[in-house]
C-alpha cells in the first residue's frame, strides 16, 4: 500500500489509469455479475416451476375425485398442504362452471400463472372437472439472488482491485517510469547548459519501444545541444564581425573614423577626471594621388595597409591609430608631452620611410607629413583636431616629409 499511495502522489496518470481501469473494471464486473445472476434466477424459477407442476400433476387426481365427488373439505386440504410445501404463493381450485371452491395464499397480479386442468375418469369415460391454478413462491430465489449478488460485487471488487493495482505496477514499470524520467530531463533540458543525456543504465540489454524512446530523446537532445551551442558560436563570432566592421577600417584593420572620434571623446573625459594630458596627430602620405594613378589602386592599398601597421608598431598600447579618410590617419596620445610626441612623429616618420615596396624605384620611398598638438582644457577634441589638421596642411606646404606643432609646444632638443 506504500508502495500505491507513493505512486499515486507522484504521478497523475497512474492516478487517471487507476481510476479508469477501477471504473471499466468494475462497470464490466457489475454487467458480467448481473447477467451471471440474471441466468441463475431463470434457472432457479425454472427448477421452481418444475417441481411445483410436479406436485401439481401428483395431486390432480386426488383434487379431481374431490371436485368429483363435490367434496370442498378434502380439496382444501389437499390445497393447505401443497402451501405448507412452500412453493406456491397462491392456490385456486375451481370446479367445472369455473365458480372457485377452494382460494388459499395471496395472488400477485404481476406474477405468472399456472392452469392445470382436473380430469376424473368414471363409466370409462374422462370428463374435466375443474382446474387447478397455481403461483409460485419466487421471492427466496430473488432473495437469494440479491445476496449473491452482493456477495459476488464485493468478491468481485477486491480482486478488481488488486488485480487493477498489478496491472498499474506493471504500466508503471514498463511505461509511467520512463515517461516520468524523460518528463523531468525535458523540464530540466536546457540547451545552452552542459548537456546530460538519460540514464539508461538501468535498462541496460533492454530493447523495448520505451527504452528506445529515450535513447531517441536523449540524443535528438544532444543535437539540439550542440546546435545551440554552434549557434551561439556562430552568433558570437558574427557579432564580433559586424564590431569590427563597425569599428574598424575594412582596408587596413586600423579603427575607423567613427570609431576613433568615439575613443578620442572617451580618453578626452577620463583625461580630465584623472589630470593628465592628451595629445593628438594627424597624418597625410605624401604623393599618394600620383601612387594610385601610376601604379594602380592595388599598389596604393598595399601601401595603405603596410604604412597602417609600421605606425602601429610605433605606438604604445594606450595609444589609437585611426584612419581618418584617404591617405589620412590619426593618432590619440594619452600622457603627451612636448619631447614625446616630437619623438613619437620622428620615430612614425622613419618606420614609414623605410617601407619596401617592389612597384617603387629603388631610389624611391614613401613620406609622410604630419601635424600635432596638445588637446586644451577648455576645448573639445574635434577642436584640437581641426588644429593639428592645420599644422598638417602647413608641413605640407614646407615641402612634406616634415611634421609641424604649436609654436609654444615645440620642445627644446638636447644634444
Not at 380 to 397: N, Q, S
Request: charged letters at 25%.
Amino acid at each position: 500500500m506504500a508502495f500505491l499511495s507513493r505512486l499515486i502522489n507522484t504521478s497523475r496518470l497512474s492516478r487517471v489509469l487507476l481510476i479508469r481501469i477501477l471504473l471499466f473494471s468494475g462497470l464490466f464486473t457489475v454487467i458480467i455479475t448481473a447477467v451471471q445472476l440474471s441466468l441463475n434466477y431463470q434457472k432457479e424459477t425454472e427448477e421452481l416451476q418444475t417441481i411445483s407442476q410436479q406436485l401439481a400433476e401428483t395431486n390432480a387426481p386426488s383434487l379431481a375425485r374431490a371436485l368429483w365427488e363435490l367434496n370442498a373439505t378434502k380439496a382444501n386440504d389437499i390445497g393447505i398442504y401443497l402451501m405448507r410445501i412452500g412453493l406456491f404463493k397462491s392456490i385456486t381450485i375451481k370446479n367445472e362452471n369455473g365458480d372457485t371452491m377452494v382460494f388459499l395464499g395471496e395472488k400477485d397480479i404481476e406474477a405468472h400463472q399456472t392452469s392445470i386442468k382436473l380430469q376424473f375418469e368414471y363409466s370409462g369415460r374422462t370428463g374435466t372437472v375443474g382446474t387447478f391454478e397455481y403461483q409460485i413462491v419466487t421471492d427466496i430465489v430473488k432473495r437469494k439472488i440479491k445476496d449473491d449478488f452482493i456477495i459476488i460485487l464485493i468478491s468481485q471488487f477486491i480482486k478488481t482491485f488488486f488485480v487493477s493495482i498489478f496491472i498499474l505496477f506493471i504500466i508503471h514499470k514498463l511505461v509511467i517510469r520512463h515517461l516520468n524520467e524523460i518528463s523531468n530531463w525535458l523540464n530540466n533540458f536546457k540547451p545552452e547548459s552542459s548537456f546530460s543525456p538519460l540514464a539508461l543504465e538501468a535498462d541496460k540489454g533492454s530493447s523495448n519501444e520505451m527504452v528506445k524512446l529515450k535513447s531517441a530523446i536523449s540524443e535528438m537532445g544532444q543535437q539540439v545541444h550542440k546546435h545551440s551551442t554552434g549557434l551561439e558560436k556562430v552568433v558570437a563570432e558574427r557579432t564580433a564581425e559586424l564590431e569590427k566592421l563597425a569599428y574598424t577600417d575594412s582596408l587596413t584593420g586600423v579603427t575607423n573614423r567613427g570609431a576613433f572620434l568615439q575613443a578620442a571623446n572617451e580618453e578626452l573625459n577620463r583625461s580630465r577626471r584623472l589630470s593628465y594630458d592628451v595629445g593628438v596627430m594627424m597624418l597625410d602620405l605624401d604623393h599618394f594621388k600620383a601612387i594610385n594613378d601610376t601604379y594602380g589602386h592595388d599598389a596604393g592599398d598595399k601601401v595603405l595597409k603596410q604604412v597602417s601597421q609600421a605606425m602601429a608598431n610605433c605606438l604604445r598600447k594606450e595609444d589609437t591609430l585611426g584612419r581618418i579618410g584617404g591617405e589620412e590617419f590619426a593618432v590619440i596620445t594619452p600622457g603627451a608631452d612636448k619631447r614625446g610626441m616630437h619623438k613619437l612623429a620622428s620615430r612614425l616618420q622613419q618606420a614609414i620611410a623605410i617601407l619596401n615596396f617592389s612597384f617603387l624605384p629603388d631610389n624611391k620611398n614613401i613620406t609622410v607629413s604630419i601635424g600635432y598638438t596638445k588637446v586644451s582644457n577648455d576645448e573639445d577634441f574635434k577642436a584640437a583636431l581641426k588644429r593639428a589638421d592645420e599644422h598638417l596642411y602647413t608641413a605640407k606646404a614646407s615641402g612634406r616629409n616634415t611634421f609641424i606643432t604649436d609654436k609654444g609646444f615645440l620642445p627644446r632638443i638636447v644634444s
